[in-house]
């Protein structure tokens, strides 16, 4: 082939063969990296799907969580609101027998009273008939008395 004169030229001839070598393994390389590139970005982009379909299920979850902790506010306050409701009707319903035993205590002190009224206007007739009674009786003894008197 070539007879070579010195190490010069011989490292020029080893460069110039080797060449087609070099351009072979730099599109391996290339390749390689490109493959590892696509390798990475597959990975990153299912790394990135897995997170956002994490992050969706923990977003899915918070709002669970917040219709839960919103229903159950909603139940307390209701149950709250039935609470006030029932001592308000307890209320009511104690008043309502408050009135109803002043108005039956206050009928019985009218009956009572109508009856002492009664009483005392009875017992006042009385004492009048009783004391024309007896002033008719002092009458009846003077007349009788006096008349005795003439007699005798």
């Known amino acids: 082939m070539f ?4 190490k010069k030229q011989k490292i020029e001839i080893a460069n110039l063969r080797s060449q087609p070598l070099q351009s ?9 990296i490109d493959a590892k590139f696509e390798f990475h970005l597959d990975k990153f982009q299912w790394k990135l799907i897995r ?4 992050e969706e299920l923990v977003r899915q979850q918070q709002k669970q969580k917040e219709k839960e902790r919103l229903k159950l506010e909603q139940q307390q306050k209701l149950q709250k609101e039935d ?3 029932q001592r308000l009707q307890s209320q ?7 009135q109803k035993e002043k ?3 206050h009928d019985q002190l009218n009956d009572l009273f109508t009856k002492l009224k009664k009483d005392y206007l009875i017992t006042q007739i009385k004492n009048e008939l009783l004391k024309k009674m007896i002033e008719d009786d002092k009458k009846q003894m003077g007349e009788i008395t006096n008349y005795e008197f003439s007699k005798s």
Do not use: P
């Open 92 to 98: 009511i319903e104690q008043q309502t027998f408050v």
């Open 103 to 105: 108005k039956q205590l």
């Open 83 to 85: 609470e006030e409701l």
């Open 51 to 54: 997170d956002a379909t994490g």
């Open 3 to 6: 007879i070579c004169c010195g």
């Open 24 to 32: 072979v393994k730099m599109q391996l390389q290339e390749d390689s």
